[in-house]
């Protein structure tokens, strides 16, 4: 079958709700800073009355969907599968994500009480960010609504790690996946964050072993996943698990392993004022690289490019396309 897209992505449907605090607030809220906590609806509604009359903004997000924004945003292609409610915020994911130019199949699920998944994201003034997260409707996600004649017309399934703290998510990651290699799709798996290699290290490794050519991880992510300190040793033995990686180490850049051999390619310059959608930029440029034919250090070096221009303002996404930067990047 004619490959149509060059990336399928599978992840949890959420309506970021962005706001910027001061730095005594995480404290003040009892936050776990630069964290994502899973919330339940008074939880997160305690949040929410903290930051009522100060400004916020929306965005159409969960980690897979920020990558495949990045992927449309440097002139690729992709598919995207989630699950919102028939409510406001559903509608908004729907417009927001038909936007971005990238296809969608986040279809308004039928009255079932549970409200489309949203995330407050609490940006401090040294640009962490902290989530605060309600997964609502997304949290019911099926290997049933993974659309397996779409994905098998993509170069690329990418699959987040925030999927595995469900079982029905669980089995609609494995289900894409398995479909992927059956019909030699290459298959990608973002670790997504340190909380859930302490609850899922194992889950991880192996899947990393059997299910994944490519994963990508933040150093902390892979200290943890590894139990090795420096972030160069972590990506050799990460090269031990899966055919491709990609550790990404802030301003510092990023350890790409392939083949048995490490490499690392240098950062470039931001004055970071936001992190949030860093990673899930990164990962963007990395699958939009690996798609159009660049090896994987060029494809992390547009990667590592795009995550610098996101940090530069607030929010997860950026407005203007951004492929015609791409070759001065590739040539750097």
């Not at 159409?60 to 449309?72: K, P, R």
């Not at 940006?123 to 605060?132: G, L, V, Y």
């Not at 200290?223 to 510092?252: M, S, Y």
């Not at 990164?282 to 995550?307: D, K, M, S």
């Amino acid at each position: 079958m004619t490959q149509k897209y060059d990336v399928f992505g599978v992840g949890n449907a959420i309506v970021d709700i962005l706001a910027q605090v001061p730095e005594d607030a995480i404290t003040e809220l009892g936050l776990n800073k630069g964290a994502m906590t899973l919330m339940d609806p008074t939880q997160q509604a305690k949040i929410l009355g903290y930051l009522e009359g100060k400004s916020l903004s929306l965005a159409s997000g969960g980690s897979a969907a920020n990558t495949m924004a990045a992927i449309a945003q440097s002139g690729g292609s992709g598919f995207y599968a989630g699950k919102v409610a028939h409510d406001p915020h559903g509608e908004f994911y729907q417009e927001d994500m038909q936007a971005t130019g990238i296809e969608c199949y986040v279809p308004l699920a039928p009255e079932t009480g549970l409200p489309t998944g949203t995330s407050v994201i609490l940006t401090t003034p040294d640009a962490e960010r902290t989530m605060c997260t309600h997964l609502g409707i997304s949290a019911t996600l099926t290997a049933d609504d993974i659309d397996a004649e779409r994905l098998v017309q993509c170069q690329y399934c990418s699959v987040e790690g925030y999927l595995w703290t469900g079982d029905a998510t669980r089995e609609a990651s494995l289900r894409a996946l398995q479909t992927a290699r059956q019909h030699n799709v290459k298959t990608a798996f973002t670790f997504s964050d340190p909380f859930l290699i302490d609850l899922f290290k194992d889950d991880f490794k192996s899947l990393a072993k059997d299910h994944c050519d490519t994963v990508f991880c933040n150093a902390e992510e892979a200290r943890k996943l590894l139990d090795l300190d420096d972030p160069r040793e972590c990506a050799e033995k990460l090269a031990q698990l899966c055919p491709v990686g990609f550790i990404t180490d802030g301003p510092n850049g990023c350890y790409v392993s392939q083949e048995g051999r490490v490499d690392h390619v240098a950062g470039f310059p931001a004055t970071a004022v936001d992190t949030v959608g860093a990673g899930d930029a990164f990962a963007g440029g990395v699958l939009f690289g690996l798609t159009h034919g660049h090896n994987p250090i060029e494809a992390a070096r547009w990667g590592n490019y795009f995550a610098a221009r996101i940090v530069e303002h607030f929010g997860p996404r950026i407005d203007e396309p951004m492929q015609n930067q791409l070759e001065s990047v590739m040539q750097r």
